[in-house]
C-alpha cells in the first residue's frame, strides 16, 4: 500500500512539473517578438508597422489547428507571415513568423539575421530543446510546439521562425 501511495504522489510531482515547464513555455512565447511583430497581433497592426503585403497567398484551412491561413510575403522586409482567423476571409491574426535577408529585426532577446551560434546560445540557451536541436545547424528556444527556431549557414543565423513548428 505504501509503495502504492508513493507512486501516486511521485507522479503528482511530476504532473505539477511537466505543467509548470509547460507555463514556462508558454510564457516565454508570450514575450516572444521580432521587432515589433508578435504572434497573435491583429493584422491592422501589421500592416501599420509594415505597410500592406507585397503579395498574399489563398485562404487554406488548416484542419490541425480548425482555422484558416493565409500566407503574407513582405520581401522587402525578409518576411513571411502566416496569417489565421476562425472562418474563411475572417479577421487575420500573426500565426507564425519567418524572417531571412534582408530583415534587419530582431528577436526580443536581440538575435538577428547574421548573428553568431555563440550568440543565440547566450541568448537562448536557458530555454534551448537540446533533443529537437541539431548542433551548428538549428537551434530550438522553447519546442517545437512553439517556439523559436534559429536556422544556421556558416555558424550564422539564416533563418528565424517564431510559432509552432510541429502540431
Not at 39 to 53: F, H, I
Amino acid at each position: 500500500m505504501k509503495s502504492i501511495s508513493r507512486n501516486f504522489i511521485l507522479g503528482i510531482f511530476a504532473m505539477a512539473a511537466c505543467c509548470n515547464a509547460l507555463g514556462a513555455d508558454d510564457k516565454f512565447l508570450e514575450n516572444e517578438a521580432l521587432g515589433k511583430i508578435k504572434l497573435g497581433q491583429k493584422a491592422a497592426d501589421v500592416t501599420a508597422l509594415l505597410g500592406q503585403p507585397d503579395s498574399k497567398g489563398k485562404d487554406a484551412e488548416w484542419d490541425a489547428i480548425g482555422e484558416w491561413v493565409q500566407e503574407w510575403r513582405f520581401k522587402s522586409h525578409g518576411l513571411v507571415l502566416n496569417m489565421s482567423s476562425k472562418s474563411k476571409a475572417g479577421a487575420k491574426t500573426v500565426l507564425m513568423i519567418t524572417a531571412t535577408a534582408p530583415s534587419k529585426l530582431a528577436t526580443a532577446r536581440g538575435i538577428h539575421i547574421g548573428s553568431t551560434i555563440a550568440e543565440v546560445t547566450t541568448a537562448y540557451g536557458k530555454v534551448q530543446d537540446k533533443e529537437e536541436s541539431e548542433s551548428g545547424k538549428t537551434f530550438v528556444a522553447g519546442s517545437i510546439y512553439g517556439g523559436v527556431i534559429f536556422t544556421f549557414d556558416d555558424g550564422k543565423v539564416e533563418r528565424i521562425f517564431i510559432g509552432a513548428a510541429a502540431e
